[in-house]
């Protein structure tokens, strides 16, 4: 039996969504492939779950390629692995938490390592053993901050995610390669254009970490390349420091002095302040010559809060995506009226590191035990730089404060903006950016897990050894969304052939038992040739079902209707935007070329 447009459950939409935002989240429900049912929580409608399934197909395939198995781990997972590892509490407010009616502690899985190094754990015992990868096509679970543009990013999402399990470093690399590669098969088989970017600052220690990008302007990540090919997360980018300055060179720099500054608390007041009160004759002063601190309240996952401070270049931002990552677990927010007035050593405008001899106020981080706050700075702000900098003292600024010399931070925080034109930290040009989603990540775990869960195998000499873990995740309902992103019109969807959720619609224009009968009599002959086919079959006119067509983005749409007094049908490419008349003897070898050509 042929499938037929009056009996599948799809509506077609005329009206946006209210809250569509991306192209691929209108067209996903005004063709009735998904539906919301509350904030990023979206089922999955007929249409939807067929492009689903084939999504899911290319992945599993080029995962069994790379001789993962396949499992399946329920989304319902209890506490106490969660806390082994930490992330019970390290993963904050993303974690569904849950009771049980005995009051024990459940979470929905957002990730399952814990669970597969458990499961390993629990059957393997020698080295023999490995090396191992397994995968699941799972739904995961994640109460994310910022649900957005349907299922791109949702609360309920489908992630394939993949662990490998080795012995030795080699065996790691050698399984993340390979899922490199499968990655690049499947990103490259769903006619993605990505990049490969690094995902991680070598502060988490650094093990390797990639992310693939598909580049959109709807993406929420905003990487960096340079045109000798290095490319990274704006997250994991490293400035290169300069180098430090002589120590010799750094003693002969000129004493830091304390400069009148009334009202600048801003770095550009600052600047024309300083240009007026203390010219240089070589340049003027920029806001790179002053070191800008901010203040922010940190909050670990145990609730305890700490007061940081980020001493930076003034002429740059901090970046709070990279500042969220360099801190994580812990939780960042900017420091408010009520925290300041607990720490009155901080005179907002005017905080500065040091403590000057001169004038006398200490500075937070004065050495003599005045109030320390940690002060982290950031890459370029290396021993021997001289900045601008606050006194301490409301309308007072210090020049000439000589790192190194004058002031010593607890340690470096790279996390000011990245910019365009900025060197590539390897030498390889400027760097550009630009902005993608993220839809696959893999991650050299190592140890970490392993070690939390006590997975060790015995080794060849018979001792015990601990495991190293990759984990490789995949979005594959974001991918259903980039798909639809990457391919649609101002008219609405048009699936590429070997994802579209039908090959071709048959569209009965007209209600003659001529047009009805020979468009059904095609359907079913496209249908038993192979060719997944929907036959229009409704009474509705034939406007509504062309735009419905349209909308619905199948791949070959083909109208029966008033040619066929002429004996013809009109075959339309929905994909390349042509339509042709053919001899209604040819259709079905005419459609059928169509389809496999192109497959
Ligand atoms: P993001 O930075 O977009 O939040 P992530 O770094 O948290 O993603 P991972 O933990 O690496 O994501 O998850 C693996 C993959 O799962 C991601 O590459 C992405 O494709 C997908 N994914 C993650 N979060 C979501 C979500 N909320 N909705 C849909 N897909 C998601
Ligand atoms: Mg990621």
Redesign the pocket.
């Known amino acids: 039996m042929i499938d037929k447009m009056s009996q599948l459950f799809v509506r077609t939409l005329r009206q946006d969504p209210a809250d569509a935002v991306v192209p691929s989240h209108r067209w996903l429900v005004r063709g009735g492939y998904i539906r919301r049912v509350a904030p ?1 929580i979206y089922a999955w409608l007929p249409l939807g779950l067929r492009v689903l399934a084939k999504i899911e197909q290319v992945v599993r395939e080029e995962m069994v390629a790379i001789g993962a198995q396949e499992v399946s781990f329920p989304a319902l997972l209890p506490r106490e692995p969660y806390e082994a590892t930490q992330r019970w509490s390290d993963y904050g407010p993303s974690m569904f938490r849950l009771h049980d009616r005995t009051g024990a502690d459940y979470l929905l899985g957002p ?1 399952h390592e814990e669970m597969f190094t458990l499961l390993v754990k629990d059957l393997y015992s020698s080295y023999k053993d490995l090396p191992l990868i397994l995968f699941q096509v799972q739904t ?1 679970y ?1 109460d ?1 901050a910022r ?1 957005r543009a349907g ?5 309920e ?1 489908i ?1 394939k ?1 993949s662990y490998s399990f080795d012995l030795s470093d080699e065996g790691l690399a050698a399984a993340y390669e390979q899922h490199r590669q499968a990655y690049i098969k499947i990103f490259d088989r769903l006619g993605f254009d990505y990049v490969i970017v690094s995902a991680m600052s070598g502060a988490m220690g650094g093990s390797r970490s990639e ?2 990008l598909a580049l959109s302007e709807y993406g ?2 905003t990487f960096v390349r340079s045109p000798g090919g290095y490319a990274a997360n704006v997250e994991a980018v490293q400035v290169a420091p300069p180098a430090p300055v002589d120590p010799a060179v750094m003693a002969a720099l000129p004493a830091p002095r304390t400069v009148l500054t009334p009202g600048a608390t801003t770095i550009d007041s600052l600047v024309t302040a300083v240009n007026q009160v203390v010219a240089q004759p070589e340049r003027p002063w920029t806001g790179a010559d002053t070191l800008k601190n901010v203040v922010l309240r940190l909050t670990h996952p145990d609730g305890t809060t700490e007061p940081l401070v980020i001493g930076l270049p003034g002429d740059r931002e901090v970046d709070l995506k990279r500042l969220e990552a360099a801190v994580h677990p812990a939780d960042v927010q900017p420091f408010d009226e009520a925290d300041f007035a607990r720490y009155p050593a901080l005179v907002k405008g005017y905080i500065g590191p040091a403590e000057l001899t001169e004038t006398g106020p200490v500075a937070f981080l004065g050495a003599d035990g005045s109030t320390q706050l940690r002060y982290l700075v950031d890459p370029r702000v290396v021993d021997g730089t001289s900045w601008i900098t606050g006194a301490n003292v409301a309308d007072q600024h210090v020049i000439g404060l000589v790192a190194g010399r004058d002031f010593t931070a607890d340690g470096v925080i790279d996390v000011a903006e990245v910019r365009e034109g900025d060197p590539a930290p390897d030498g390889s040009g400027p760097l550009e950016l630009a902005r993608g989603v ?4 893999i991650f050299q775990l190592g140890r970490r897990y392993a070690e939390a869960l006590g997975l060790q195998v015995l080794n060849q000499n018979g001792k015990l050894e601990t495991v190293t873990m990759g984990s490789y ?3 594959i ?3 259903v969304a980039m798909v639809a992103e990457r391919n649609c019109d101002e008219r609405g969807l048009m699936w590429p052939r070997h994802l579209a959720p039908y090959d071709v619609i048959v569209v009965s224009a007209g209600k003659t038992d001529e047009i009805m009968t020979t468009a059904e009599r095609l359907a079913a002959e496209l249908d038993g040739l192979g060719l997944d086919t929907v036959w229009d079959d409704r009474p509705v006119s034939p406007g509504v079902k062309f735009a419905d067509a349209e909308l619905l983005g199948f791949p070959t749409i083909v109208i029966v209707g008033r040619g066929l007094a002429d004996g013809v049908v009109e075959v339309r490419d929905r994909l390349a935007g042509t339509k042709q008349s053919v001899p209604l003897a040819d259709a079905v070898a005419v459609i059928s070329q169509l389809a496999r050509v192109e497959a």
């Open positions: 990023g990730t995961k994640r994310e649900p299922i791109l990013r949702g609360r999402f992630m995610d992310e693939f929420e990540d993220e839809v696959g990540h995740g995949l979005g309902s974001r991918a």
